[in-house]
T-cell receptor, first 114, second 118 residues
Framework: AQKITQTQPGMFVQEKEAVTLDCTYD???????LFWYKQPSSGEMIFLIYQGSYDEQNATEGRYSLNFQKARKSTNLVISASQLGDSAMYFC???????????FGTGTKLQVIP | DTGVSQDPRHKITKRGQNVTFRCDPISEHNRLYWYRQTLGQGPEFLTYFQNEAQLEKSRLLSDRFSAERPKGSFSTLEIQRTEQGDSAMYLC????????????????FGPGTRLLVL
């Protein structure tokens, strides 16, 4: 079984600063994908960034980047130059090769302060 | 580029009533998923379709729940004899899959249907 742990229920960051959201995972499978989604108060889950278990380089997507440490089973999301619109819930998720189910963590609520 | 759409966005019903939700996936996507999200939690997988075939169901999907995707396009999720514990956000997602389930296959979500059972 897969498990995603997000230990930060809430985080504050000053506008224009960088913030790191933590995520650890547990799986015995070797081939898997890790995802981050953003969920604003409107409810829609917005895909942000993906990291494959065999990717040697950390994924980047605009202001989003991942600090992927496979041995520690962690994939932390770094948001640079925070904007007020970044205020939302952020979910870390995992999918194992060959399965359709995506397992989500409990999320981190990020609030950007002007 | 049309994303995943869901209807209705909000539903309030009385306990014991039946409700039906609709999901329209991204047009070229062959895979469709339903998730349920309760307050303070991440989404939990309910079921998955490849084209019109329902290939996987979670144990969370009790016999009061039924999902269909009759023509491999839109999908419906029906809850019969609703209970207060069914109150949640119901999320639909879709993806373009080839064979098996590639770990990197991204699921794109709709805006969800918020259900409140009184």
């Amino acid at each position: 079984a897969q498990k995603i742990t997000q230990t930060q229920p809430g985080m504050f960051v000053q506008e224009k600063e960088a913030v790191t959201l933590d995520c650890t995972y547990d799986t015995s499978d070797q081939s898997y994908g890790l995802f981050w989604y953003k969920q604003p108060s409107s409810g829609e889950m917005i895909f942000l960034i993906y990291q494959g278990s065999y990717d040697e380089q950390n994924a980047t997507e605009g202001r989003y980047s991942l600090n992927f440490q496979k041995a520690r089973k962690s994939t932390n999301l770094v948001i640079s130059a925070s904007q007020l619109g970044d205020s939302a819930m952020y979910f870390c998720a995992m999918r194992v090769e060959g399965y359709q189910k995506v397992t989500f963590g409990t999320g981190t609520k990020l609030q950007v302060i002007p | 580029d049309t994303g995943v759409s869901q209807d209705p966005r909000h539903k309030i019903t009385k306990r014991g009533q039946n409700v039906t939700f609709r999901c329209d996936p991204i047009s070229e996507h062959n895979r469709l998923y339903w998730y349920r999200q309760t307050l303070g939690q991440g989404p939990e997988f309910l079921t998955y379709f490849q084209n019109e075939a329902q290939l996987e169901k979670s144990r969370l999907l009790s016999d009061r729940f039924s999902a269909e995707r009759p023509k491999g396009s839109f999908s419906t999720l029906e809850i019969q004899r609703t209970e207060q514990g069914d109150s949640a956000m119901y999320l639909c997602a879709s993806s373009l899959g080839t064979s098996g389930g590639a770990a990197g296959e991204t699921q794109y979500f709709g805006p969800g249907t918020r259900l409140l059972v009184l």
